[in-house]
Every structure is written in structure tokens, then in C-alpha cells.
């Protein structure tokens, strides 16, 4: 069981060659689960390589996530596992980080609002899902507009007007981005029919 971490230092986190983790806190041995509940208590940690020193947290939280996932705890859509797979050596690669950083920062300051109004939803219809996911939506659709330093093809402006036609790199991103829209809205079709099953 992960114990509460009150420093401001992470807990450093020994992997040694035989894939066993060290907790260099409690002097004791832990696995994946440990870790994933350390996490969800929001105890910060680093994993470092017992041999080299080397910071290795980022692979170790991906391998925690593909062991929820091999669970059965499927919690990235296909799609936006296919989508995020083909920003992997784009142009907007450099980008993705920190929108992603800022969507799931977002995602758990509304936790709580989230999970009352989801049980709203389940409860006594699907009105005030589809108004959140509405809502997301516009916060993606104002990131993306930051992320996006050229107008899109066939864009309109607030006037109602066309925005000129762009580069071939600007319309690519345009096409990205309109198909990462589609996803969200499958998305919010699906829980929208979900709320429907459950009344």
C-alpha cells in the first residue's frame, strides 16, 4: 500500500535490471499497482534506473497504462490511440504535449462537477452530458485556435465571412483537426445513447 508522501522532492522510485521497483521511502520493494495507487493519491514520484541514474517516469506511467488497458480498463478510444499515433513525427508534434497537459488539467479541476453532473445524467437524463461535452468541445476548438497560427481553408470568420485559403501545411492541420473534432463528437454521441440506456 502506497504511503502518503508530504516533501516537496518526489519519491524516488529504483528500477533495477530484473524489472523490480524499489520505494527508496518505505525501503521496500512495489509494483505497478503501488505505483498506479501512488498516483491516484497524488503522491509525486520519479522512476530512475538503478544502473545509469536515468529518469525513466515516463516509460514506467506508460507501462502502467497499458496494464490497465491489458485489464480491461479501456479508457483511450481507438481512435484517439490511431490520432495520436499519427502526430508521432509531425509538424504538430511539438504541440500535442502541452494540449494534452492542458485538456486533462482542465478535465481534473472540473472533476468533481464532472462526476455530480454525470450522475445527473444517468439519473434523470442526457441533457447536462451533452452540455458539458458541448462544452468541451468549445475549449478544444479554442486551444486548437492558439495552437494554429494560420487561417484554415474554408474557415469562416466571425463575420460569416470565407478566411482566405491557406498553405498545404495549414491544410493538413485543418484536416487533422476537423477529424479529431469528428471524434469528440462520436464520442459525445456515445455517451449521450449511453445516459439513454441507463434511464
Do not use: W
Not at 498506479?36 to 497524488?42: F, N, S
Amino acid at each position: 500500500m502506497a504511503e502518503e508522501h508530504t516533501g516537496d522532492s518526489p519519491v524516488i522510485i529504483k528500477k533495477y535490471a530484473n524489472r523490480r521497483l524499489y520505494n527508496t521511502q518505505t525501503s521496500s520493494y512495489v509494483t505497478l499497482d503501488h505505483l498506479a495507487q501512488m498516483v491516484k493519491e497524488g503522491t509525486e514520484f520519479e522512476v530512475h534506473d538503478a544502473r545509469t541514474g536515468e529518469n525513466i517516469t515516463r516509460s514506467v506511467l506508460t507501462q502502467i497504462i497499458f496494464e490497465e488497458e491489458g485489464k480491461g480498463q479501456n479508457l483511450l478510444p481507438i481512435k484517439f490511440l490511431r490520432q495520436l499515433i499519427r502526430f508521432y513525427g509531425d509538424s504538430l508534434q511539438a504541440f500535442v504535449p502541452g494540449y494534452l497537459d492542458l485538456s486533462m488539467d482542465s478535465f481534473a479541476k472540473n472533476q468533481e462537477a464532472m462526476k455530480s453532473r454525470v450522475a445527473e445524467a444517468f439519473g434523470g437524463g442526457s441533457s447536462a452530458l451533452e452540455a458539458m461535452t458541448r462544452q468541451n468541445l468549445q475549449m478544444f476548438e479554442r486551444a486548437m485556435k492558439m495552437f494554429t497560427p494560420f487561417a484554415m481553408p474554408g474557415a469562416q470568420s466571425s463575420s460569416g465571412e470565407e478566411a482566405p485559403k491557406a498553405t498545404n501545411g495549414a491544410a493538413k492541420q485543418s484536416e487533422e483537426i476537423n477529424e479529431l473534432k469528428s471524434e469528440l463528437e462520436e464520442m459525445r454521441k456515445q455517451l449521450s445513447e449511453l445516459a439513454q440506456n441507463r434511464k
